[in-house]
């Protein structure tokens, strides 16, 4: 597999509600079905996290995974949708797949045991819609949640074949991108963009080299709020400071403090990385995350009959050689970080 992506939580870690319906964790009258799954219209793979409530002491049966877990003939689960090679809605029934989890004396929840995930390695639509249904054979209940996936977005800027960053404190530099399809608009309700310095790394006395990075927050924000509308092209902007760059490399700790005479360092791509997420999501975070000052916060699911929570997310790259002249300025500023450059590029 290229690209697996799955979303697992805890799975007393919350405690989701309906906003209109308080829904009880511990349920006397039946199981209370609990969904996580977040999709990827990009990933070969989705899974899908589904287990339950159960009765009885937290403290104990939290951990005990017979408990949590559906065995595999009590359930049926389908997901219905437009998948890529076919065009038109379907239904189908997901596989199932299980992970063995180590044992961890420092695990908050059950360990040293198999998992099962629910999965589908059929490729899933952009923007599309998606109803997965859990049918519970004791009761004949059905679970539900739908959510759409991320629409395609490209990338518009930066354009050029190489990235440089000034060094001068009042420059401004973006990162653009586009949704191809009219109305334009993304089916994301937020986007967190992150940067990526890599280099390859050789220290003394080693043969081998390691590739290592620096994460630099670029900017995020609610999709309405990044939307400039302002062309006949409407597209989703944040600014940065290139010259950040240079303080973020003086201050990295694993540089400072790991910079021997002899070692040497080679520059790689740098890495813009847009992460979108969709709307279920990002209202299960502000809504879990509230500051409010009363305690009894209502939290969100969008599971109906049961609880959990099912949306959408994906992470568009792209990579661009760093300029000679950045590479000119990194080498003389941090001469003891050894940075060089790489004859073969």
Known sequence: MKKIFFALFALTAVILSSCSNKVELYNNDGDTTVVYALLDAYADTNFFKIT??????????????????????EIDVTLTGVFKDS?????????????????????????????????????????????????????GVTVSATTKTINEFIYQKPASPYIGFSDLPTGTAFVEWRVNQFPYKSTAAYFEVTGYFHYKELMPGTIDTVARSMKWSLGSGEADNLYNTSTNMPYYVISYTPSALYTLLENDDYLKNNSPVGVQRWFEDFEFSISATGNDLYNYYLVTNSASAIQD??????????????SSRVTKSLKKPVQETTRKKIIERFENYGFINDPNR
């Not at 159960?54 to 595999?72: H, I, L, P, T």
């Not at 695990?107 to 859990?134: H, N």
């Open 52 to 73: 339950k409530s159960f009765v009885g002491n937290v403290s104990e049966q939290a951990y005990n995974y017979d408990a949590n877990n559906y065995k595999y003939d």
């Open 87 to 139: 065009g038109n809605t379907q239904t189908i029934t997901l596989d199932t797949i299980s992970k063995w989890i180590p044992y961890d004396e420092n695990a908050q929840f059950y360990s040293g045991c198999w998992q099962r995930y629910y999965y589908t390695t059929k490729t899933l639509s952009e923007g599309e819609e998606y109803e997965l249904d859990i049918l519970r054979k004791e009761d």
């Open 297 to 310: 916060v209502p939290n969100y699911t969008n599971v109906e009959n049961g609880m959990g929570i099912m």
